[in-house]
């Protein structure tokens, strides 16, 4: 008698499929049939006397300003797009690699779907292609992060109704109007949870004559980062009102303490919110009017580590007049939505940023 479950578990063996968000601050891996199993820092460790790839992702992460100088612990991608490609091809293949053991499978070759920001160029969408190409993926297919994180919100993206979706990264900040299974307006902007990292560094050494480093300005985000005054703490958790920070002070060169309170980094961020407050308010000048009518029944829907940050939701709500929410499990939207894509490739081919290795059903 013909076992259909077994039939698929033994394909499942030689087909190995992945989706891949591979984000400026963290790459999260999807293997078809199985879900969500990897996610690791984007962050390789590399020796530069011998050119060799030391560790990736979490025990590279461990390194970072912790290294002596001739061994680099650095981000392989900056603002969603490869700035180093031969790392991004190690970090790729170690992805790839990782999936495949802890997907069991028996499969050399793989397809993948990985997310890219909005308004890449045809040389950064390229260089992604070549790079997984490199590291084992036998066809890849390129989807834009603001389609992919509205898939993975659940919005009935392929209907023709207005959604619009807000995914603040590590890298960029991507806005778009989505609408029949296509982007109809997207914005993208290099202003992410990097650059509030940044903010916060450049405040502690204008303010306090402090030198942190970013990990530290991230931790202090994270504790008490806010940029509404109204707003509601995470998971219902008392958010403490200041934090210690301890650096290098700048004119005695000592070790110092000093305590940095919420509306420190308030002001802090105030300039990276206000340019993408900017940016939302300009693509939804640029919607089409009759879409514009069905987002402000439905609401602006954001995702990415950045949505988390606190009272943002308010803040856009308060700013466009529109109401903002922030969907459920943010981080892992981009992921989850090529996930949807990866497994229903042959049915949803249309919302790839390219279609042309596809062969299309007829």
């Known amino acids: 008698m013909f076992n259909s479950k077994m039939f698929n ?3 499942g063996k030689f087909v190995h ?10 790459c999260l891996v999807y293997v078809k049939g199985r879900g969500i199993i990897l ?3 984007s962050v390789v460790a590399v020796n530069k006397k011998t050119g060799q790839v030391l560790a990736i992702g979490r025990e590279a992460e461990k390194m970072v300003g912790r ?6 612990a650095s981000k392989p991608l900056v603002g969603g797009v490869i700035s180093d490609f ?8 170690y992805l790839i690699e990782r999936s495949r053991q802890k997907g069991f499978s028996l499969s050399p070759f793989c397809r993948a779907v990985i997310g890219v920001p909005c308004g890449v160029t045809e040389v950064e969408k390229k260089a992604v292609k070549d790079a997984a190409k490199s590291a084992g993926a036998r066809e890849v297919f390129l989807i834009e992060e603001p389609m992919a994180a509205a898939i993975g919100a659940h919005l009935p993206v392929q209907e023709a109704s207005g959604n619009f979706i807000v995914d603040i990264g590590g890298g960029t900040a991507e806005v778009a109007t989505v609408s029949l299974g296509g982007i109809v307006v997207s914005k993208s902007l290099r202003v992410a949870g990097n650059r509030f990292d940044e903010d916060i560094v450049n405040f502690s050494q204008e303010e306090y004559k402090l030198l942190i480093g970013p990990r530290t300005a991230e931790q202090i985000k994270v504790s008490i980062g806010s940029v509404y005054s109204d707003a509601i703490p995470l998971n219902g958790k008392v958010m403490p009102k200041e934090i210690s920070m301890r650096g290098r002070n700048l ?23 206000k340019q993408i407050i900017s940016e939302i308010k300009e693509a939804i000048e640029l919607t089409p009017p009759e879409l514009i009518s069905d987002i402000m029944k439905k609401g602006i829907f954001m995702s990415g580590g950045g949505a988390l ?42 919302v790839l940023a390219e279609v042309e290795e596809l062969e299309v059903p007829k």
């Open 309 to 350: 940050l606190r009272g943002l939701d308010k803040l856009i709500a308060k700013e466009t007049k529109i109401p903002t929410m922030i969907i459920e499990d943010p981080m892992t939207a981009v992921v989850r939505g090529a996930g949807v894509v990866l497994e229903n490739l042959d049915e949803v081919y249309n």
């Open 86 to 93: 031969e790392v991004a091809e190690q970090m790729l293949r």
């Open 251 to 273: 004119i005695t060169g000592l070790p110092e303490e000093v305590v940095i309170t919420q509306s420190d980094v308030r002001r802090a961020l105030e300039k990276s919110v």
């Open 9 to 11: 578990l033994i394909k």
């Open 39 to 41: 996610s690791e820092p």
């Open 17 to 26: 499929d992945i989706a891949i968000d591979l984000g400026t601050a963290n």
């Open 67 to 72: 290294t002596p100088g001739y061994i680099i």
